[in-house]
């Protein structure tokens, strides 16, 4: 039995038309498959084929040559206390600055202005600063506070400071929206229950924060986590600063074994992955909903 | 923290804001008000009028820019709100969307340092109260908007504070569950034996709830009596306005014998009830729509002849508007066989022509 042609419109008519506006994800969609996931499925194929040996032999290197292996503890040393540093001094800040005062535009301009500045630019301050003969150890010998040789530059600290200095502006300004998202009716409300300015951070403000806390921490981790200019600029790349990029940079250019540095940079991804699972996993823990108190 | 009380004194509590330009405004001035334990007091008024801000003063969520406010003998002013322990009931509710309805409630008495074991048996009776029990673990999310009233009004009296502060809390509700969580409301102040101050901008639910009514406008307290009083007697013309006198005639004054007025306009003759000392030839009375009957006899004192100009069904009776000759419009009351267009006499008896001095607006 067919249909009569009304029966056949009314049909047509019911099933959801076609979203021409759905056309506008294929720019994206193009350059994504373009810029990204082919460049990816070609490097992961490329690590699999060395110029020598099975199809693990350049897996089987890294982890059995010792100035490869160590990197992924190098760089994690740097990375991490790097993003526990800046979400942790971005927090405080940010919940202070919820609050709109006069200072607040300000001090938040001038948190962020590193942001504006290059690692290279960072850099070639902080040797200045805080070189061996740069304005800082001048300043404390001169005034007599701490008389003993400071070196800030080349070394661990040079390149954990410039990862402080240049990541924080993103930490800060991401907590920072998250902070003024949360309705501040909810901590009245705390307080007229009897909560004080630390039981409102501690009871409301944290656990509403923590899964944005858990984004920022992942955000910037895989910032820290790939650092490559200040390490070598402010570093001792060829020692504790020898992070997973210079291994990388140094198969791809030195050695000319893109197969080993396709490789090294799959390895890179594998543990970012796994920290940055790890870490979202936590928010399952927490409430992800809306932060609002209500209706209104 | 106190639980008990006799008094809660406002004395000259005033609240004073920045406006934009340096432009120093009175949210709130000098409002003077005594509250006894067990009173239902509501602030009345439009929006803007300062009755939240008076709310936050109590609260201890908004500094005084002036005045005291004394809880028997002791001076909680300077209190910070955490150490006033007055519950409160917010407009949006204000749950935490992170907690169970059971977390919810007992926020307060873990943050008065209460033994858990001592906690649970007084939420699950707050909840009684409120009739809510079967929802203990769910989120506010998951509740709807008047059981997150519930929730709220639970959280705010399970640390049985000496005063509850209520915040607008049935504007998000519909029409039905208004009434019914109202009726609530007044049941749980009964059983608590407390004192509450209630916000609202709507008079019916201030009538209904409350012991005294202040009136407030622009920030200055215009009335606080018993609500048959601010009904009847308003005290002055804005208040009568909001009270629901919708019929404003602004006529002349011709003779003045004792509290009695007689006022003419171009096609209206009335007697009725002075209300405030009168200044000048004018002034404006005051007449409730009710109280304005169709009547059926010859013309005789206080009638006033006009045409139907829009008569809505309503029911039991209509709602009639009549414009007199002269353009004046009155609101009525009356019955549902009234032809539009027809000639009718409406009558007022003269007490209840409330006549107040002329406030310079032509409405």
Redesign the interface.
Known sequence: MSATPAATAELRAQRAPFDRALLLVVPATAFMLALFIYPFVYGLILSFEPPQGGWLANYQKFFTTDNLWTTIGKTLNLALPATIINVGIALPIAYKMRVRSRWQRFVTTLLVVPITLGTVLIAEGMLTYFGPKGWLAQFLQLTHIYEGSIRLTHNYWGVLISLVISGFPFAFLLILSYVTGIDPVLARAAATLGADSKAQFRHIYLPLLAPGLAMCFCLAFVQAFSVFPSAVLLGAPAGPTRVISIAAYEAAFEQYDYSLASAIAMIMGFVQLVIVAFVLSLRNWFYKGPVTGGKG | ?KHDFKELKLDRVTRRFAGSGGHVFNALSELTLTIRRGEFIALLGPSGCGKSTALNCI???LPLSGGTIRLDDERIDPL?????????V?????????MSVVKNIG??LR??GVAAAEIAPRVAKAMRLVQLSGQEHK???QLS?GQ?QRV?IA??IV?EPPLI?MDEPLS?LDAKLRLETRAEIRRIHRELDRATVYVTHDQDEALSLADRIVVMKDGVVQQIAAPSEVYAQPSNLHVARFMGYRNVLHLTVREERGDRVLLEGPDVKLTGVRKQPLAGSRASVAIRPEELTIATGPAAENIVTGRVDNVEYGGRDSLIDIVTPGGARLHLRGPTDVALGANVHVYVPPERVLVYPYDGSED
């Open positions: 923290m609260a201890g969520l910070p709100p955490e150490r006033r322990g007055f519950g409160m917010f407009q949006n509710y204000a749950l935490f969307p992170h926020f307060g943050m008065q989120l506010p999310g908007g997150q709220a959280r705010a640390i502060l998000n």
